[in-house]
């Protein structure tokens, strides 16, 4: 088998509300880009790539003339061929080669008719828990619906999707408001979700001395752990004497960070995502040295449509050492690309897909529908929140939004 064409795809997929991060916003959509590598047996595998508001289908289709004729089984050498470590200073294609493993595993799973948890050594889980992922959004402005700014609405919302989908662990994404208001809302959690796990992740927002204070007045709470709660192996360092478990997905993201982190612990739980590590076997890899270590993994979520869930369905299978539950935005689309509906939960927790390959196929009219809704929408810049237009992001962050202003009427930049 081998590699005759790469064809990718930018489609925008609404979300239920615009979603807000230290960092900006997902602007009530994802902007994703479609792989779709085509091999000259007719098969063709499926990837997905995105999380920033970009589409990056110029960057995909610019690797054909590396991979046309390339062997789909050949990871390795794949690899090496579009993102050798050294040339990658120059070029750093990590999550597009990302993208292209999933296809490239996919072509290779129905290749052989098996799925690509089999191809990974073997499935040891049939379903994948995972958590309720809270986050504080806008209202749609369409519809005026979806507003999470109080603490009355954000446990309304994780009673909600805890009957919806059977949830037992919470994820609060902050760094949006002043830290104390933030821990309200956190408390506030708790006590509506009666003694559910639960997790803080403001995405690196606050300083050494805000993390710690904020850390020290939740140590009372069932936290599962506290996630990237300032920048830096260095910061995340000097808040291990806080009792509580710290976990990352923004600085150990590759092995010389894991390595580092291993000869001087700062985070103790790796959260593996398929894009960032660059593929799924990475994420394979990389779990077996932190289980070598006694490091915690989970699967993190960087923004996903359906064939990127099936590739953290697929990872969270095979890993015998995963023993939280994953995250995944999924809960916050409208709708998806694939075939034959969304996937759904049940308790909490997701089927890995049967069929051969990823297990999921697209559905044309929908590519269609929200390839259009992307050239009609364009990109949007996720480093930026659309109700404050002088804002930008910053580490230490010294100017959070106000949960006591109303939203904007339009919501623009
Ligand atoms: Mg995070």
Same mark, same amino acid.
């Given at each position: ?9 930018? !489609? ?22 479609? !792989? ?132 037992? !662990? ?163 689309? !409208? ?79």
């Amino acid at each position: 088998m081998k590699i005759r064409d790469i064809r990718a795809t930018t !489609v925008a997929v609404p979300l239920e509300a615009p979603l807000l991060h230290s960092n900006g916003a997902h602007w009530g959509r994802f902007v994703r880009t479609i !792989v779709e590598v085509e091999a000259d047996n007719g098969l063709i595998g499926l990837g997905e790539l995105g999380g920033g508001g970009q589409s990056a289908e110029a960057a995909i289709v610019a690797l054909k003339k590396y991979l046309v004729g390339h062997d789909p089984l050949m990871l390795e050498a794949l690899r090496l061929s579009i993102a050798n470590p050294t040339a990658s200073l120059y070029n750093n294609r990590t999550q597009l080669l990302a993208a292209i493993e999933f296809a490239c595993l996919d072509l290779v799973g129905q290749d052989l008719g098996v799925p690509v948890s089999e191809l990974l050594g073997g499935r040891l889980r049939d379903q994948v828990p995972f958590a309720s992922y809270l986050f504080f959004r806008y209202a749609d402005p369409a519809t005026g619906r979806g507003e999470i700014r109080t603490a009355e609405q954000l446990t309304d919302q994780a009673r909600e999707l805890k009957d919806q989908h059977g949830f037992t !662990v919470h994820k609060l994404k902050g760094g949006v408001f002043d830290p104390v208001y933030e821990l309200e809302c956190y408390r506030a959690l708790a006590e509506a979700t009666g003694g559910d796990l639960l997790r803080y992740d403001p995405n690196a927002a606050l300083s050494v001395s805000e993390a710690r204070r904020f850390g020290e007045a939740i140590r009372d709470l069932p936290n599962d752990y506290y996630e990237d709660p300032t920048w830096g192996l260095g910061g995340l360092r000097q808040l291990r004497g806080l009792g509580l478990e710290i976990a990352t997905n923004t600085v150990v993201i590759n092995f010389e960070q894991l390595a580092a982190n291993v000869l001087d612990r700062a985070a103790d739980v790796v959260l593996l995502d398929t894009t960032f590590w660059g593929g799924i076997r990475a994420c394979v890899k990389a779990a077996t040295v932190c289980d070598t270590f006694q490091l915690g993994v989970s699967v993190h979520s960087s923004g996903e449509l359906g064939i990127q869930l099936a590739t953290m369905l697929h990872l969270g299978a095979v890993l015998p050492n995963l023993d939280r539950p994953a995250d995944a935005h999924y809960h916050h689309l !409208v709708d998806d690309v694939i075939a034959d509906g969304m996937f759904r939960y049940v308790d909490g927790a997701i089927n890995v897909p049967d069929g051969p390959g990823l297990g999921v196929r697209l559905d044309p009219d929908k590519v269609a529908q929200y390839a259009e809704l992307y050239r009609e929408l364009g990109d949007y810049p996720y480093d930026r929140d659309p109700g404050r237009p002088d804002w930008y992001p910053a580490s230490r962050q010294p100017r959070w939004a106000d949960p006591t202003s109303p939203q904007p009427e339009s919501l623009r930049w």
